[in-house]
C-alpha cells in the first residue's frame, strides 16, 4: 500500500509570510502527527490529530497550527516565518492515536522548508 | 518532563565488530521505549519496541528501569546497519506523541 506522502517537498519562503504544508496519511489510518526536525533541536512533536480534533500538542508557539479533514488528511500552517523555522517537517500516520507501541507510526519523506 | 539522552553523536566500528548504542531516558511512570532507524535517503522507520522483546535485524534493546536505561545492541555489526539511530520515548497517556533523543550517527566500517 501507499506510504505517507507529504506535499510539497521542498520549499523556500521569505521571513514574515505564511506557508501551508500537506500531508496524506496511509489509507486506513485516522491519527496524523507532525514533527519538526532541525540540526540544532532534533525531532520534536508539533501536534496529533485525530478525527479532526487535535489530540497533543507540543511545546511550539501559536504562529504553528494544523488541522486535519474528513478524509484524515491533514495540513498545518506556519505563520509570520522566521529563520528558525527552517527545518524538515514530517509526518506520520498511524491507525489510531494511541501509543506506538501498539499502533505502528509510518512517517512520511518530509518536506524541507527554508527560511531567507 | 520527560527527556531522551543519546550521549553519542557518532559511534564507529568494524564491520563484525559489536555495537551498543546507548540511549537514557528521564520519565516519572512506566515509558514505552522504540528505537527508531533512518538509512541513508529513507525515511524514518521502526526498528523495535520494548513492549515486543523482539529482535529485528540482529538488533534487541532492554528496557532497564532501575538505570532508566533502553541500550541498543547488535553482537556483529553490518556494514547495512550504517544509519541514523533514535531512541524515543511514549507516554502510554498521551496517544502517539514521541519524544526523541538526539540521535546516534552508525558507521560500521569494512
Known amino acids: 500500500k501507499a506510504g505517507v506522502t507529504q506535499t510539497p517537498r521542498y520549499l523556500i519562503k521569505t521571513r514574515g509570510q505564511q506557508v501551508t504544508l500537506s500531508c496524506s496519511p496511509i489509507s486506513g489510518h485516522r491519527s496524523v502527527s507532525w514533527y519538526q526536525q532541525t540540526p540544532g533541536q532534533g525531532l520534536q512533536f508539533l501536534f496529533e490529530?485525530?478525527?479532526?480534533?487535535?489530540?497533543n500538542k507540543g511545546n511550539f508557539p501559536g504562529r504553528f497550527s494544523g488541522r486535519q479533514f474528513s478524509n484524515s488528511r491533514s495540513e498545518m500552517n506556519v505563520s509570520t516565518l522566521e529563520l528558525g523555522d527552517s527545518a524538515l517537517y514530517l509526518c506520520?500516520?498511524?491507525?489510531?492515536?494511541?501509543?506506538?507501541?501498539?499502533?505502528?507510526?509510518?512517517f512520511g519523506p518530509g518536506t524541507r522548508l527554508t527560511v531567507t | 518532563a520527560q527527556r531522551v539522552t543519546q550521549p553519542e553523536k557518532l559511534l564507529s566500528v568494524f564491520k563484525g565488530a559489536p555495537v551498543e548504542l546507548k540511549c537514557n531516558y528521564s520519565?516519572?511512570?512506566?515509558?514505552?521505549l522504540f528505537w527508531y532507524v533512518q538509512y541513508s535517503r529513507q525515511r524514518l522507520q521502526l526498528l523495535l519496541r520494548?513492549?515486543s522483546r523482539e529482535s529485528i535485524k540482529g538488533f534487541t534493546a532492554d528496557l532497564n528501569k532501575g538505570e532508566t536505561s533502553f541500550h541498543l545492541k547488535k553482537p556483529f555489526a553490518q556494514e547495512e546497519d550504517s544509519a541514523m539511530y533514535y531512541c524515543?520515548?511514549?507516554?502510554?497517556?498521551?496517544?502517539?506523541?514521541?519524544?526523541f533523543g538526539g540521535g546516534t550517527r552508525l558507521m560500521v566500517k569494512p
Open positions: 520519565y516519572s511512570g512506566s515509558p514505552e
Open positions: 520494548h513492549i
Open positions: 524515543a520515548l511514549s507516554d502510554p497517556n498521551a496517544g502517539n506523541m514521541l519524544t
Open positions: 490529530y485525530f478525527s479532526e480534533t487535535q489530540r
Open positions: 506520520a500516520s498511524s491507525r489510531l492515536p494511541t501509543s506506538p507501541a501498539y499502533y505502528e507510526q509510518y
